[in-house]
T-cell receptor, first 108, second 114 residues
Framework: KQEVTQIPAALSVPEGENLVLNCSFT??????LQWFRQDPGKGLTSLLLIQSSQREQTSGRLNASLDKSSGRSTLYIAASQPGDSATYLCAVGNMLTFGGGTRLMVKP | DAMVIQNPRYQVTQFGKPVTLSCSQTLNHNVMYWYQQKSSQAPKLLFHYYDKDFNNEADTPDNFQSRRPNTSFCFLDIRSPGLGDAAMYLCATRQGRNSYNEQFFGPGTRLTVL
């Protein structure tokens, strides 16, 4: 059974810092990995999708990498802003097994 | 814009009173999913439809049912809600079952059980 872990569970940084969120998964036989953002009380916004044959995807200040063999993905956020404050979730597989999320706070 | 729509956004029901949550999509995707997300927890898959083919997760309670009358609509029925069923319910869609494609989520319905 696929298990997904995200570290750290919570992170607080000053505005402008570059930061890395980590995601690990136990079964490397995946089609893809998605990173989502969730604001309090809201639904999920898809940030990046990495297909299993890809190693990274970029969108604006976000860069996600995937290392299938080691069962790891990272989400890199450059020049963080207070508006980036949210919970970030990674999910793997067709049925989307989610990690527990990283709650990010960016302080002005 | 093509999207996933959930109604209502907030639903209050009484203990044991049946409730139905609605999801519609304009993406014309053939797979639709229902997830349950309890406070401070990750979303958990309840079931999914591949076209009309219904697939229940092994640990989804019998209290939860679903209907998909056509490609665009999917409903979640909770027959006798308990206090433990209070959660955010998220609907998602994707084109292709075993695919490399992205899942798109609706805004969710927050269910309160009194």
């Amino acid at each position: 059974k696929q298990e997904v872990t995200q570290i750290p569970a919570a992170l607080s940084v000053p505005e402008g810092e570059n930061l890395v969120l980590n995601c690990s998964f136990t079964d490397s036989a995946i089609y893809n990995l998605q990173w989502f953002r969730q604001d309090p009380g809201k639904g999920l916004t898809s940030l990046l999708l990495i297909q299993s044959s890809q190693r990274e995807q970029t969108s604006g200040r976000l860069n996600a990498s995937l290392d299938k063999s080691s069962g790891r993905s990272t989400l890199y956020i450059a020049a963080s802003q207070p508006g980036d404050s949210a919970t970030y979730l990674c999910a793997v597989g067709n049925m989307l097994t989610f990690g527990g999320g990283t709650r990010l706070m960016v302080k002005p | 814009d093509a999207m996933v729509i959930q109604n209502p956004r907030y639903q209050v029901t009484q203990f044991g009173k049946p409730v139905t949550l609605s999801c519609s999509q304009t993406l014309n995707h053939n797979v639709m999913y229902w997830y349950q997300q309890k406070s401070s927890q990750a979303p958990k898959l309840l079931f999914h439809y591949y076209d009309k083919d219904f697939n229940n997760e092994a640990d989804t309670p019998d209290n939860f049912q679903s209907r998909r009358p056509n490609t665009s609509f999917c409903f979640l029925d909770i027959r006798s809600p308990g206090l433990g069923d209070a959660a955010m319910y998220l609907c998602a869609t994707r084109q292709g079952r075993n695919s490399y494609n992205e899942q798109f989520f609706g805004p969710g319905t927050r269910l309160t059980v009194l």
